[in-house]
């Protein structure tokens, strides 16, 4: 049966490309060089163990039994036992090593995808699905330990004994080794490559079926309340039972192959055993050769078998380490496309924040989220965004707290441009608020001391008070240090916000940029975080994407954004003298109702 992972078509990669991928790996286990040599010193030591058996079971027999002399006997029996002891000790310490520095080399590699992910940017995040992220960090990783670990080891320990047995095998007697290897040779080259083809193409299907079953179980899990509420579960089954099944097929499909091919291996086996007893016993009884020497030649056989079927299988697993490399290796060189400027310089402590005729494409989209939008916000300024749905207002945020950069256009605060201030300065200066902070396992403090690590509990505290919060959060029994368990579960959705903001007011942000809750809280919680938000924002710039009208009558001004473009901007009292879209849009908010954009669906 094969390892399995991810997806197949990009498994396949051609000769070139592995090797590059395998020598670059060997950049990356430099650190762990000398316990890797210790360890393949040691693979040499057990090599020479396994082979010494067979030489004083002919010294025995030979010298000991055949010539009547005990002391002989008595130093072969002697030898023997030495050997054992001796490889038994030799393959601990290997075993240590080489799982010393695959453990060590594996725990460098995923620090070091991980900060590479935690360095993307949102555009990546995009492109990029978590769960495929996700196998890149486990399935790919634990591909590449078996190679270092096994692989390696396998590779020069079979490669090693098969050299070393043909030498000895060649030293006792080379008409029984030629007689070997023109018996063997032909029948094992034929049936490995043959065994290589077959087995690639299976073990590329298995791969794709695990990740077809994977991702059909997982949207079976994440998606079970749709699924219940609609009463699908008989669908979602029956598609789960398609795909597992195929998945079986496969797995039996690779089963054979590897049967017939390793039943061979096991049949050219005995039949050499089978022609060496009976070719040597005919040439012991001729006197050419001596009975020590076929005793010793049986044995050695299976030192010949066992390296062809090992190195056969390393194949695949140097081909599944290189594919996973592979993809490694692409996350690891993939640059942020918000990068830090080389030579960054300090963003003012105030300033006005500019976007200057920006537009913006989402990655594999052709049609601009927004189209030259000009649009300035000054220090206190508070600009509500506000739009049908689609229209691009969460964009326009997200290019103005730098999340993205503009296709065309810049943004500046303070006259800089965004793009050469350091991102810690930039991230100090503009917060971004989202309409569900996310939490993390730990306690109300820990959440909130995500925004700023230095940060006291006297100042956690201060925050919470500067957005008047801090009460209800020290009802709980254990106060600030309750647990939020996973995802925030303890929390309510009003809390949760409350979390999200102090957070914000921790930082204590020139700009915030907000992107209004659509989510409706009860009354009570609702007035409770409108009172924290208005207090967060007092004596601060703020963009916020507006969805109620009440948010909107309390900005000094309103950016209506429509297809993309800036189509109307001023107070609400000379937007509505317009008449336009933005009159058209208040009024269905007074009125409660769906807003219905006259152009959408063009
Ligand atoms: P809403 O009020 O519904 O949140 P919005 O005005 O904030 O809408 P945006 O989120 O800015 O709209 O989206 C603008 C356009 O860009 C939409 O057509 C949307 O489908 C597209 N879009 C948004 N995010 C992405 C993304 N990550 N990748 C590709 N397209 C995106």
Redesign the pocket.
């Known amino acids: 049966m094969f390892a399995a992972g991810a997806i197949a078509e990009e498994d396949k990669l051609d000769r070139a490309e592995t090797g590059r991928v395998l020598r670059r790996s060997l950049q990356f286990a430099q650190p762990y060089r000398r316990t890797i040599w210790w360890a393949i010193a040691l693979v040499c030591l057990s090599t020479m163990c396994t082979l010494a058996g067979p030489v004083l079971v002919k010294f025995g027999l030979d010298h000991g039994i055949g010539s009547g002399s005990a002391r002989a006997l008595n130093v072969a029996v002697a030898g023997y036992v030495v050997v054992v002891i001796v490889a038994y000790f030799v393959g601990r310490s290997q075993y240590l090593a080489i799982n010393r520095a695959g453990e060590g080399f594996l725990r460098d590699l995923r620090v070091t995808v991980f900060d590479k992910l935690q360095a993307q940017s ?2 990546y995040f ?1 492109r990029n699905k978590a769960g495929v992220l996700v196998s890149r960090m486990t399935a790919d990783i634990e591909s590449m330990g078996e190679l270092i670990q096994w692989g390696l080891l396998q590779f020069v320990g079979a490669g090693l004994l098969l050299v070393m047995t043909l030498i000895l095998m060649t030293a006792m007697s080379w008409q029984l080794t030629l007689m070997v290897v023109l018996f063997v040779a032909p029948v094992l080259g034929v049936a490995s490559i043959r065994f290589q083809r077959q087995s690639n193409a299976a073990y590329l299907d298995v791969r794709e079926r695990v990740g077809t079953n994977l991702s059909n179980l997982q949207e079976g899990i994440t998606g079970v309340r749709v699924i219940q509420a609609y009463g699908r579960e008989t669908e979602q089954e029956r598609r789960f039972v398609v795909t597992n099944r195929a998945l079986y097929r496969s797995h039996l499909h690779s089963v054979k192959i590897s049967t017939w091919y390793f039943g061979l291996v096991e049949w050219s086996g005995i039949m050499s055993i089978a022609l060496i007893v009976g070719v040597g016993g005919f040439l012991v009884h001729h006197g050419s050769v001596k009975f020590g020497t076929v005793a010793a030649f049986v044995l050695l056989l299976a030192n010949l078998f066992d390296p062809v079927q090992q190195l056969s299988q390393l194949y695949n697993t140097v081909q599944s380490a290189a594919a996973s490399l592979h993809k490694l290796y692409a996350l690891m060189d993939a640059e942020p496309d918000v990068a830090e400027h080389p030579r960054p310089v300090q963003l003012p402590l105030e300033g006005e924040l500019v976007a200057h005729a920006v537009t913006f ?5 052709e ?1 601009p ?2 189209h030259d939008v000009s649009l300035g916000v000054k220090p206190g300024e508070r600009v509500a ?1 506000v ?12 290019l103005l707290s730098r999340l993205y950069d503009p296709t065309s256009g810049y943004v500046s605060y303070g006259d800089v441009d965004v793009r050469l201030a350091s991102l810690a300065s930039l991230r100090e200066r503009v917060v971004v608020v989202p309409q569900e902070g996310f939490l993390f396992g730990g306690t109300i403090m820990d959440n909130i001391r995500i925004a700023r690590p230095a940060a006291t509990d006297n100042d956690v505290a201060a925050a919470l008070v500067a957005i008047g919060a801090l009460e209800r959060f020290q009802e709980f029994p254990e106060g600030l240090d309750t647990e939020v368990r996973e995802r925030g579960s303890r929390l309510s959705a009003g809390e949760r916000q409350l979390v999200s903001l102090a957070r914000a007011a921790l930082v204590d942000p020139a700009v915030l940029v907000l ?1 209004e809750a ?1 989510s409706n809280l009860d009354p009570g919680t609702e007035a409770v975080v409108e009172q924290a938000l208005e207090r967060l924002m007092t004596g601060r710039s703020v963009i916020v ?1 507006a ?1 109620r009208l009440s948010t909107v009558q309390r900005a000094d001004r309103i950016a209506v ?1 429509d297809h ?1 473009r800036l189509v109307e901007i001023g107070t609400h009292d000379e937007l509505m003298a317009l008449g336009g879209k933005y009159h058209a849009l208040a009024s269905a908010w007074a009125r409660s109702q769906p807003v219905v954009d006259p152009s959408a669906g063009r």
Do not use: E, Q
């Not at 494409?361 to 989209?365: E, K, S």
């Open positions: 949102m555009a995009d494409a989402y990655d594999g989209t049609r989220a927004l965004l739009g049908p749905t689609g229209a691009g207002k969460s964009t326009l945020a997200k992107d659509t994407v969805h954004i993309a």
